[in-house]
């Protein structure tokens, strides 16, 4: 068995002094402990014959993604766009969930929100999924396409699952989330490449949020393929 742990590259940093759009690079940390390593098929590389992937994802990685994917896709929502900020992010021990407090302007500063929108990361069928408890602004439902977002957001702060990794099991934890991985026969170079996408804040692929698709991927799902 081979055990490596990867230590935290993650830096966050504003990009405008005027709104909430930072810059988010790196990856955080991750243990890897992989069995059996033989040379792949192609002889380019080594195959994990069984490896455990456990990863966490911080709350200000959520906060910073969300802030940045959010801030994208409201200019065309009309009056609500000055209001459909993410200002804070909050994890909730008891119902499992992350709260996300919604609002703008003077809101924000009151330390309040306008909508507090609840998700819940589950794993099914070897895919991490974002379930979303309703939510309302001026008695009005949140725009899908923030919605979408800001699932989509959430999606890319963990690594994907590459070809023989599922996602095992997802807890929310004081600081974020906490994630676990597993696969057999996983291309080792093929994780590289996910742990790179992620770094250079690329969306992770086969990601999906229930019950509407990732908007960055119309596969929907952070899954195995």
């Known amino acids: 068995p081979a055990a490596l742990q990867l230590p935290s590259t993650l830096t966050i940093s504003p990009q405008d002094a005027d709104k909430p759009k930072p810059i988010v690079k790196g990856y955080p940390a991750v243990h890897i402990d992989a069995h059996n390593l033989k040379p792949s098929d192609n002889g380019d590389g080594m195959t994990m014959g069984e490896v455990t992937i456990d990863t966490s994802v911080?709350?200000?990685?959520?906060?910073?993604?969300?802030?940045?994917?959010?801030?994208?896709?409201?200019?065309?929502?009309?009056?609500?766009s000055g209001l459909l900020r993410v200002t804070d992010i909050q994890p909730n021990l008891e119902r499992q969930t992350m709260e996300f407090q919604i609002g703008g302007g003077c809101s924000s500063q009151l330390g309040g929100g306008l909508a507090t929108l609840q998700m819940k990361p589950v794993v099914s069928n070897g895919n991490l999924m974002f379930d979303m408890d309703s939510a309302q602004i001026l008695g009005q439902n949140l725009p899908q396409q923030f919605v979408d977002q800001l699932k989509g957001s959430l999606a890319g702060t963990t690594v994907a699952a590459v070809g023989g990794l599922n996602f095992e099991k997802v807890s929310v934890t004081q600081t974020g989330l906490e994630v676990t991985l597993h696969g057999t026969n996983v291309d080792m170079n093929e994780v590289g490449k996910a742990f790179d996408e992620q770094a250079g804040n690329q969306p992770a692929q086969r990601a999906q949020s229930t019950p509407t698709p990732n908007p960055y991927d119309q596969s929907g799902a952070v899954g195995s393929s």
């Not at 911080?58 to 609500?80: H, I, R, V």
């Open 58 to 80: 911080p709350n200000d990685l959520m906060l910073a993604q969300a802030q940045k994917s959010t801030e994208q896709s409201t200019g065309d929502l009309g009056f609500l």
